[in-house]
Every structure is written in structure tokens, then in C-alpha cells.
């Protein structure tokens, strides 16, 4: 069994940064694309930057140029790099990750999410 936990979210005014971190655990054996989506209320989950274990970057429009994804791949993390945030940044950030578990099981998993509030 595997699992993400997400942590860095909080409350930023607009043009602030934060950087969001996704942590994988469990019986893993190799992690492929970890993938970070957002969900404002209202609205469909959507796809803001992912990132494959080739190492190949892909992002929303709308966050190019300000949000950045890494990896560490010592500590299965991935990370979300957010600067010049704006109010239509607020969401449910979620960390999503293709995981190829110890027993070959290949399983697509979702963190619990955490919260980002950009306001004045």
C-alpha cells in the first residue's frame, strides 16, 4: 500500500509564493509521472503541472512561467513552486503519482489535498 501527503498550502497574498510538497511512502518500487492537479470550488479538477520520470515538464497556460515542478527522487517527493500567485490561483492543490508498488501493482494515487488562498 502506498500513500501521498501533501504539506505547504496556506493563506498568500497575491504576488506571494509558497511551495507545496508531495511525499510518497509505502511499498514502493518505482514512482513514474507525479503530477500536481487543482480543484477550485465549483469548478473540474484540472491539470496544472506534471512531470514524468523521464523527467519531461509539462504545465497549465496559465501557470507558466510562474509555477515550477521538481523532484527528489532520494525522498519520493515532488514539489510545486508557486510565485506571483493571483486570487484565480485558489484551490485544492492535489498531488496525484503513477506508482509501481514492490509487488509490481501499478497504482495511480491521490494525496488528500491542501488548501491555497491567495487574498489581500
Known amino acids: 500500500q502506498v500513500q501521498l501527503v501533501e504539506s505547504g498550502g496556506g493563506l498568500v497574498q497575491p504576488g506571494g509564493s509558497l511551495r507545496l510538497s508531495c511525499a510518497a511512502s509505502g511499498s514502493i518500487f518505482s514512482i513514474e509521472a507525479m503530477d500536481w492537479y487543482r480543484q477550485a470550488p465549483g469548478k473540474e479538477r484540472e491539470l496544472v503541472a506534471e512531470?514524468?520520470?523521464?523527467?519531461?515538464?509539462n504545465y497549465a497556460d496559465s501557470v507558466k512561467g510562474r509555477f515550477t515542478i521538481s523532484r527528489d527522487n532520494a525522498k519520493n517527493t515532488v514539489y510545486l513552486q508557486m510565485n506571483n500567485l493571483k486570487p484565480e490561483d485558489t484551490a485544492a492543490y492535489y498531488c496525484?503519482?503513477?506508482?509501481?508498488?514492490?509487488?509490481?501493482?501499478?497504482?495511480?494515487?491521490w494525496g488528500q489535498g491542501t488548501q491555497v488562498t491567495v487574498s489581500s
Open positions: 496525484n503519482a503513477v506508482i509501481v508498488q514492490t509487488s509490481r501493482i501499478i497504482s495511480s494515487v
Open positions: 512531470l514524468t520520470s523521464a523527467g519531461s515538464t
